[in-house]
């Protein structure tokens, strides 16, 4: 095995293994939900294969393409449907290194509800720098042909609006579907899919009890993001 | 063992596995709910016997019937009570080959509310082409005599007004009761179980978050839908 | 070992086991909740010790008193504090035979919101033939003295003012603190706080979703009931 | 190893083992949570460290300082990033031993909706003699310099305001932050934690389904509270 293909393994089973994870933390049901990894200087993206059940998948099934999705090597699996999603997503946000994808219960009560989650205590604020914000419905024409790309375009799209940086709020609601996470590994991408939804049922609970609760103050959300992202971050060992 | 008898037992094993799979994923508690099969070439239905515990039940214990819901062997206990809206739900959807109904929290909550469930975002059109039905009350009448039968009945009568097809939305809500949910394997039917619990949850914290929450747009349940089930479904390995 | 000795030890065991079913299906956190069995021929009542950890608890360790709920036997533990409810629900309730109280977090919200649940569908209806009440608050000198039995004391007031009977209504909100349920076994009463539990669920979830869901037809309640419970009762093989 | 060494060692261990308790009974995800004891005598504090995953974490990790929460010891990983706070807390109840920091769901829901958790029922006065109490938010000012400290402050000046003392209301929620809890020992705090999100989470019920309920009598709080932690408490055995 030379480099490339042990690089390109060693992708295959952190892929598997973020993917894996996703139902024992109650993230995914069935077949739910889909990780991916990239490596620019390879040129290839390893992501989850289509409808295969957890319990049956194995690291070897991790489809490899090359950085437009285009499928990689004889006798794959065919890739994830949500593949073009995640591909415009590295495209245009070059910092990402890993995308999950989830139809996690809170997140996408939100997502249906068509309301962005506000950023309401430390919780929220620990992780994602400003509120989750959620897309514009998808017109008729953009889910007739290339529906998945056109996904990743709303999102695109949403941030630049907002003027909002991908490692700063990692992660977005896309109108009536569901949570896109990515982060800096597998390992954190996954994370932030986690603590998206824990935010989003605190969140939920938090304007049922108050529906005039109001977003914390800006003070409060820069101090918490600063303490564990910011420059003179203090949360955590020094190596982390 | 001739071939008819290795039939029906392998139905028995899959009826015994997909009623016991129900308590498994938080579906059924107690004796709540039943699962069964029909081999309509062989003229007969495999069902759950009434009332036995999940934890004392075995495969032999299946009880078969014919497709009227007559018992079948002797010695056989008593077939579930609500077998014959399963005989009803077999006579008029042709096309099915399995039935499980359940007692799953959401799901009753709906039909306690007397409220069909709207298709609120992509997990729902993935598998319900439409909104989930709730039928009308049952009279006096038909609840004194043949209550099962009229359970039944009243489900038909609901598809029938609505133009609905039995596999493109594989499931229904009966008014102050629970769900019934089928398909074309009792793998199948379980899973829709499990998916509308899932779809009811989440139709439930979107409401809760906005009561003024919309239907989604109809090109958007129709394209989730037959990317999993369509003619050019392109959701799954090859052979899904 | 008598005979005597020999079914004590017997309720001893059940009592136990009925004690710890209670936190292994999430209906008891730490050490909030009692189970009892009463065997009138004998004179005694077998109940959990008080403020006994789960983890540490063992069979032999149930407490014995007689019918007034006197301990009985040198060197045992203190019953339950809540030991003088159950003694006058025996006493006032000569047809049930154990007795269960726990802190289950949906019947108590019921409770503290001071509402009776309203039978709303099947799932009720199978165990609970009418709402299940909630009883008056107690005054404040029911609460200085022999609060315990004045707990007790409502429970059977609420009974008599509804006129309705322990074995078709088994269980009891008592305001501001929580359920109360019996049955002619210990099983069936540890059952009956698991059904209310869940009612009480749905209910509330119902609630939520529809604020004017309409309780359910009484021959609909009737009907299922009987179902299970009536002379006629076809639920369950014939020798439950 | 000396007495002194002994002693340290011995609450490196309890430390831990509150710790690990958290995640789980569900209170803490990822590493977000804190528990720490004190010896007065000793003058140290023993804490978790910071950002440790908890299953990588072990009993000597935990991290010794002294009362002014400066780090004893070479080669010490960082303390918890709430250190100050509970510093803080340490010094102005003097009689408490331990104390815990969760960001649990439904008690950070309440704190995000600044709310004090009311006294509605006697699973809340068990524990809680009086409304859980929620701090008014912190300032600018008190954010931008030793933000930790502050948030120790302004729990001490909401107990001075309200006129609480520490053991009789054993726990508090930080507006858009979450819950801190106390007690006379690592497992009483944490417990205390457990009670506090059970009781968050029935008073949202509560509240959801009665917007009007009322809190409890004080005739009845008192008499809980008594019960169980009065001079005459007569829950749990003599030696409790």
Same mark, same amino acid.
């Given at each position: 095995?030379?480099?490339?293909?042990?690089?390109?393994?060693?992708?295959?089973?952190?892929?598997?293994?973020?993917?894996?994870?996703?139902?024992? =933390?109650?993230?995914?049901?069935?077949?739910?939900?889909?990780?991916?990894?990239?490596?620019?200087?390879?040129?290839?993206? &390893?992501?989850?294969?289509?409808?295969?059940?957890?319990?049956?998948?194995?690291?070897?099934?991790? +489809?490899?393409?090359? /950085?437009?999705?285009?499928?990689?090597?004889?006798?794959?699996?065919?890739?994830?449907?949500?593949?073009?999603?995640? %591909?415009?997503?590295?495209?245009? $946000?070059?910092?990402?290194?890993?995308? +999950?994808?989830?139809?996690?219960?809170?997140?996408?009560?939100?997502? @249906?509800?068509?309301?962005?989650?506000?950023?309401?205590?430390?919780?929220?604020?620990?992780? $994602?720098?400003?509120?989750?914000?959620?897309?514009? @419905?998808?017109? *008729?024409?953009?889910?007739?042909? *290339?529906?998945?790309?056109?996904?990743?375009?709303?999102? +695109? *799209?949403?941030?630049?609006?907002? @003027?909002?940086?991908?490692?700063?709020?990692?992660?977005?609601? =896309?109108?009536?579907?569901?949570? $896109?996470?990515?982060?800096?590994? %597998?390992?954190?991408? &996954?994370?932030?899919?986690?603590? /998206?939804? *824990? +935010?989003?049922?605190?969140?939920?609970?938090?304007?049922?009890?108050?529906?005039?609760?109001?977003?914390?103050?800006?003070?409060? /959300? /820069?101090?918490?993001?600063?303490?564990?992202?910011?420059?003179?971050?203090?949360?955590?060992? %020094?190596?982390?």
């Amino acid at each position: 095995m030379n480099k490339t293909e042990r690089l390109i393994t060693d992708m295959k089973h952190r892929v598997y293994e973020g993917n894996m994870g996703l139902p024992e =933390v109650g993230l995914v049901k069935l077949t739910w939900g889909n990780v991916s990894e990239i490596n620019r200087n390879l040129g290839v993206i &390893v992501i989850k294969p289509s409808g295969v059940p957890y319990e049956e998948m194995t690291p070897n099934q991790m +489809v490899v393409t090359d /950085l437009r999705g285009e499928v990689l090597g004889e006798g794959s699996l065919k890739p994830s449907s949500d593949l073009p999603t995640h %591909v415009i997503l590295y495209q245009n $946000f070059p910092e990402i290194k890993s995308v +999950v994808h989830t139809h996690s219960t809170h997140a996408v009560s939100w997502a @249906q509800a068509g309301y962005e989650i506000p950023a309401l205590g430390t919780t929220h604020a620990d992780t $994602f720098f400003n509120e989750v914000p959620c897309t514009r @419905q998808l017109s *008729e024409s953009e889910v007739a042909e *290339e529906y998945e790309k056109h996904t990743g375009d709303v999102i +695109v *799209e949403t941030f630049k609006d907002k @003027q909002l940086k991908p490692l700063e709020v990692p992660g977005i609601l =896309v109108k009536n579907h569901g949570p $896109f996470t990515w982060g800096l590994s %597998v390992e954190k991408a &996954v994370e932030n899919s986690l603590i /998206l939804e *824990e +935010v989003a049922l605190m969140a939920k609970e938090t304007r049922l009890l108050n529906p005039q609760s109001q977003v914390m103050p800006d003070y409060l /959300l /820069l101090k918490h993001y600063q303490r564990k992202h910011g420059e003179k971050a203090y949360y955590g060992q %020094v190596s982390e």
